[in-house]
């Protein structure tokens, strides 16, 4: 099956895949260890300023050269919250306060990308606007400027903007 583990994290023992809490699992045969998949999460800013929107210019494939949210994964010990903040920083430079929820996006785009997507509202409070790390620009972009846009969770944040801000 896709995605399951070969080898046991605990012991380093081959696991066999057998049927465990309603699915198949990878199931250790030496220390009985039962491994389950956890989605990989997301966390991501929707930075509004003057009417415009913040987006970045994506530098990796899939989907290189498209616009999406400031975006990237939750570290296992961290807030979500805060993987948004530290996203929009590494991203575009820019300080951002993290505001109420916006939305929880369900399904993975890409064989890389998360399962699941953390949408805040967030507000600029310091920094300087210029791209960096894994996006090639940052800008704000007036409703009738929006790039071509990549990913669907990017898409249906955008959409919604257009139509509700
Ligand atoms: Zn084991």
């Not at 057998?18 to 045969?29: E, I, K, T």
């Not at 616009?67 to 903040?85: I, K, N, Q, S």
């Not at 916006?102 to 699941?116: L, N, P, Q």
Request: net charge negative.
């Amino acid at each position: 099956m896709d995605g399951l583990i070969k080898f046991c994290p605990e012991c380093g023992k081959e696991v066999e895949i057998l049927p465990r809490f309603g699915r198949m699992r990878a199931v250790c045969a030496a220390c009985g260890r039962i491994h389950f998949q956890d989605p990989k999460v997301a966390a991501s800013a929707l930075v509004e300023e003057g009417g415009k929107i913040l987006l970045v210019k994506r530098v990796m494939t899939p989907m290189r050269g498209t616009w999406t949210l400031p975006a990237g994964f939750v570290e296992a010990d961290e807030d979500p919250r805060a993987a948004a903040a530290r996203e929009v920083l590494e991203e575009t430079g820019l300080r951002v306060e993290i505001g109420e929820l916006f939305d929880v996006i369900y399904g993975r785009e890409h064989k890389r990308g998360a399962s699941i997507v953390i949408v805040y509202r967030a507000v600029v409070v310091g920094g300087t606007l210029q791209a960096q790390d894994d996006a090639e620009e940052a800008h704000f972009f007036a409703p009738d400027e929006i790039p071509e846009l990549g990913f669907e969770a990017t898409k249906r944040v955008v959409e919604w903007w257009l139509k509700n801000r």
